[in-house]
């Protein structure tokens, strides 16, 4: 069975500093990673994934994400956050496979809140 | 380019009352088609997923059923809604074939409050 926890209920930063979201996975096998953000009252807007190849991944909006198969995680990163990304964060997980359809496994969410 | 339209975007419903939520898909072919359900403003959770027309699958037992009568339109229904129905669903696409490397693409959801 696939499994994500994002360990942070909620993560406050200032306007300016890094931001970074943790996420953990467990998938047997090697992982589709992805993480999502929905803003209020919308729906889920796909920021990046992790396929293969190299770790660092980069994607929509100046975020980025790091790859970490020795320590399953898979955190995403921002250098220097805007209050506009504040928004509410998901991982989520598929089993690497290519022969077949496979469910994602969303995390529970991290509510960022960026402040001026 | 491929969107994504669902509608209505807010419905109020009362306890047994019918239901029919409607997700349209422009711009993809035979896409594999998600319906979700985005309880108190987090976790997801995946009530059916439909990889071609007439081809519907069940995640949980509930008091909704889905159907995919064209390759591009899936929709949400019930018969009689019960107040725990209320929540935010969210229809997805994602491209076929490709196994688990393509994205969910979302719509921008319906929320669905039972009274």
């Known amino acids: 069975a696939q499994s994500v926890a994002q360990p942070e209920d909620q993560v406050n930063v200032a306007e300016g500093n890094p931001l970074t979201v943790k996420c953990t996975y467990s998938v047997s096998g090697n992982p589709y990673l992805f993480w999502y953000v929905q803003y209020p009252n919308r729906g889920l807007q796909f920021l990046l994934k992790?396929?293969?190849?190299?770790?660092l991944v980069k994607g929509s909006y100046g975020f980025e994400a790091e790859f970490n198969k020795s320590q399953t995680s898979f955190h995403l990163k921002k250098p220097s956050a805007l209050v506009s990304d504040s928004a509410l964060y998901f991982c989520?997980?598929?089993?690497?496979?290519?022969?077949?359809?496979?469910?994602?496994?969303f995390g529970a969410g991290t509510q960022v809140v960026v402040t001026p | 380019s491929q969107t994504i339209h669902q509608w209505p975007a807010t419905l109020v419903q009362p306890v047994g009352s019918p239901l029919s939520l409607e997700c349209t898909v422009e711009g993809t072919s035979n896409p594999n088609l998600y319906w979700y359900r985005q309880a108190a403003g987090r976790g997801l959770q995946l009530l059916f997923y439909s990889v071609g027309i007439g081809q519907i699958s069940s995640e949980v037992p509930q008091n909704l059923s889905a159907s995919r009568p064209q390759d591009r339109q899936f929709i949400l229904s019930s018969k009689k809604l019960l107040l725990s129905d209320s929540g935010f669903y969210l229809c997805?696409?994602?491209?076929?074939?490709?196994?688990?490397?393509?994205?969910?693409?979302f719509g921008n959801g319906t929320r669905l409050t039972v009274t």
């Open positions: 989520a997980v598929r089993p690497g496979r290519d022969d077949s359809w496979g469910k994602f496994q």
């Open positions: 997805a696409w994602s491209v076929a074939g490709q196994g688990g490397r393509p994205p969910l693409h």
């Open positions: 992790y396929i293969t190849g190299d770790n």
